[in-house]
């Protein structure tokens, strides 16, 4: 009897045990639960020349920021599955290689015209979703808009597949319809509950929704029965922190930060550690606390070590909040230099917003407010082109925000505020807005 992947298509291997074990470390990683790697390593040991095994072991290596490993796994993937292979894992090995590589271009392109071909390839569908998604770091205004389009072309492939309902509801909250995307995401969680990806999105609905309490109440019940290991930990801490920060509670915040989102305590993709820690601590200076040095410093020491080089618009703008708050004029100008290189080559696909936002970060850090507004007003739009998600890219409104009080251009900040209070209800903001009318 042939095997079949999670979806119903067809798998090269003659191995009971491979094609199990495969289905396993697929789901875990979907799940972003602990396992995934062990379980695919098994299905490799029990058939070496499983190609697809391969070629998903080359993406958890992507994953855990192993790229020496994933590229020889990949490079592996490539030669078994010419010799032995459907035109649909060639395909899907030809997508992972591109992702494996950083031809995030063609890699999008090829995944879209293998999902026409085969929409239950759900491994590959999972590539252009999500907040680090080949969507997001396309560098496209409208790449919500391409994340809910593509899911709802091929939803009745999947039913109620419970990691579907959590990319579909994740792209709707992304795109701002939040409670069909919270309802979507809370089906999935219902359907398997070890699943950090429908928790995280979840938790993004109902910052979107402003129920801070609730999403407090949800990480507090389910993150202690997520291994400290798993790829989402530390960022949902994050996000849990982030909700202290909301209600005032600074020390809290701190306390929720350094216990699990800290460079020191997270295990999470260097990606992660980086723009969570950065965007909490710039938060907490921004809301007019003051982070602790030591936790800038220890932030900045890490980030160089993994992040050495400019030409990454999502780090790079996280970067640059690095830099300006430890005064870093010269290592923040160098990275500049090279976002513009990327730019004038036409291979920075985010375009001239992060510059901008690049600039206007050491502005605010030096308290000229009124070049800070100047600099982030007219890219304002275009933040979206920085990839991640809305609760990550707040933080850019959050400055303009700020600047825009500051600097006494107090009608924009009152329109925004408005309007942000309009759309969910946020303690912050009230607070915001009552100094105004005050």
């Known amino acids: 009897m042939a095997h079949l992947d999670r979806g119903g298509l067809p798998l090269s291997t003659g191995s009971d045990v491979a094609a199990a074990r495969y289905r396993e470390g697929v789901d875990l990683m979907l799940a972003a639960w602990t396992g995934s790697t062990e379980a695919l390593d098994r299905a490799i040991a029990a058939d070496p020349d499983f190609a697809l095994a391969i070629a998903a072991r080359a993406r958890a290596h992507t994953l855990a920021s192993e790229p020496a490993k994933a590229r020889a796994a990949i490079d592996q993937a490539e030669r078994l599955v010419t010799q032995a292979g459907t035109d649909r894992e060639r395909s899907h090995v030809e997508v992972l290689a591109l992702a494996t590589r950083g031809d995030a271009k063609s890699a999008l392109e090829r995944a879209l015209v ?10 590959i569908l999972s590539l252009p979703l999500g907040a680090f998604g080949l969507f997001a770091f396309s560098g496209m205004a409208d790449h919500t808009q391409a994340g809910v389009d593509l899911c709802e072309r091929v939803a009745a492939h999947y039913g109620t597949d419970w990691w579907f309902l959590t990319a579909l509801g994740w792209s709707h909250t992304e795109n ?6 919270r309802r979507l995401t809370e089906q999935g969680l219902a359907l398997r509950p070890d699943n950090a990806h429908a928790v995280h999105g979840l938790a993004h609905a109902l910052f979107e929704q402003g129920a801070g309490q609730e999403a407090d109440a949800l990480i507090t019940a389910w993150l202690p029965g997520y291994d400290r290991s798993g790829l989402l930990h530390g960022h949902i801490s994050w996000h849990q922190a982030l909700v202290a920060l909301e209600a005032g509670d600074v020390e809290r915040a701190l306390g929720l930060y350094t216990r699990g989102v800290r460079p020191a305590t997270s295990a999470a ?9 950065a965007s909490f601590l710039w938060r907490v200076d921004a809301y007019g606390q003051a982070a602790p040095r030591p936790l800038w410093d220890e932030l900045a020491d890490y980030a160089m070590t993994v992040f050495p080089n400019g030409g990454f618009a999502f780090i790079d703008v996280h970067m640059a909040m690095i830099a300006a708050a430890n005064g870093d004029a010269a290592g923040l100008e160098k990275r500049i230099e090279t976002v513009n290189q990327h730019l004038a080559s036409g291979r920075f696909p985010a375009g001239p917003v992060v510059p901008a936002i690049c600039r206007a970060l050491p502005a605010f850090a030096q308290g000229d407010y009124g070049r800070c507004a100047a600099l982030l007003e007219p890219v304002a739009q275009d933040v979206v082109r920085i990839g991640g998600s809305h609760a990550q890219r707040e933080v850019i409104e959050d400055t303009l925000l700020q600047a825009w009080l500051r600097s006494g251009e107090t009608a924009k900040g009152r329109a925004l505020l408005d309007a942000r209070l309009h759309r969910r209800p946020s303690l912050r903001d009230e607070q915001w807005r009552a100094g105004l009318a005050a």
Do not use: E, K, Q
């Open 176 to 181: 701002t319809n939040v409670a069909h995307g």
């Open 114 to 123: 293998h999902l026409d071909a085969w929409p239950r390839d759900a491994f």
């Open 269 to 277: 993709m260097p990606i992660n550690i980086v723009s969570d820690c």
